[in-house]
């Protein structure tokens, strides 16, 4: 395991997050089920043991910032009436849609 941490799931608990998860498990697969969570929280462990005292927390890594700009009327040379003509159903100007929940 990573630097001497052993975690230990039984067979029944890799039964029981089988279950809460609502995947099936053959008997044939628990063992090396067992084995690779053990490696995995094993590793999760490992990282509780990082010294992050010092660091600012990290929420947005990319350097991206919401853009807004102002809605703009484009004139594109067609009324209206001309665009709600190629739809199905039209009610007072708008398009009528079934009701999406």
């Known amino acids: 395991m990573y630097n001497n941490v052993m ?19 053959a008997e044939d697969e628990i063992a090396q089920m067992q084995k690779d969570l053990d490696s995995v929280l094993a590793y999760v462990e490992k990282l509780q043991d990082v010294d992050t005292s010092n660091l600012e927390p990290t929420n947005q890594v990319t350097g991206l910032k919401n853009i ?31 009701r999406v929940l």
């Open 7 to 25: 975690v230990n799931l039984t067979r029944e608990d890799v039964h029981r997050l089988a279950m809460l998860s609502k995947i099936t498990i």
């Open 68 to 98: 807004m700009r102002n809605d703009e009327v484009i004139d594109y040379g067609m009324s209206q009436e001309v665009l709600l003509s190629n739809v199905p159903e039209v009610e007072k100007n708008y398009i009528k849609t079934k």
